[in-house]
């Protein structure tokens, strides 16, 4: 099973930027479509942004032209450049497989990163 850690979480203001990094134990990005996911207190998790093997992209319609999702095979990693931050961008950010969990590769989420969008 692959392990997934997130970082790059942190404290902006409102209309500024962060980069959150996903890192895998193991090549799988240019196997498997990934997806960066975010949990609010209160709410369900929900898929923020995917991208596949290939390069075909796909957003949540709250995060479209501010979020961008790429990744870097050769390092292993997946990123969400979030920019134009809201308060209400404010949840746990958590990498996974596209839909998440797949059987046999991923088991369970990470720790996730936190993102706090406050003046």
């Known amino acids: 099973q692959v392990q997934l850690v997130e970082s790059g979480g942190g404290l902006v203001q409102p209309g500024g930027s962060l980069r959150l990094s996903c890192a895998a134990s193991?090549?799988?990005?240019?196997?498997?479509?990934m997806g960066w996911y975010r949990q609010a207190p209160g709410k369900q998790r929900e898929l923020v942004a995917a991208?596949?093997?290939?390069?075909?992209?796909n957003y949540a319609d709250s995060v479209k032209g501010r979020f961008t999702i790429s990744r870097d095979n050769a390092k292993n990693t997946v990123y969400l450049q979030m920019n134009s931050l809201k308060p209400e961008d404010t949840a746990v950010y958590y990498c996974n497989t596209y839909p998440p969990l797949k059987l046999g590769v991923v088991d369970s989420w990470g720790q996730g990163t936190q993102v706090t969008v406050s003046s």
């Open positions: 991208i596949t093997s290939g390069t075909s992209t």
């Open positions: 193991r090549s799988i990005f240019s196997i498997y479509a």
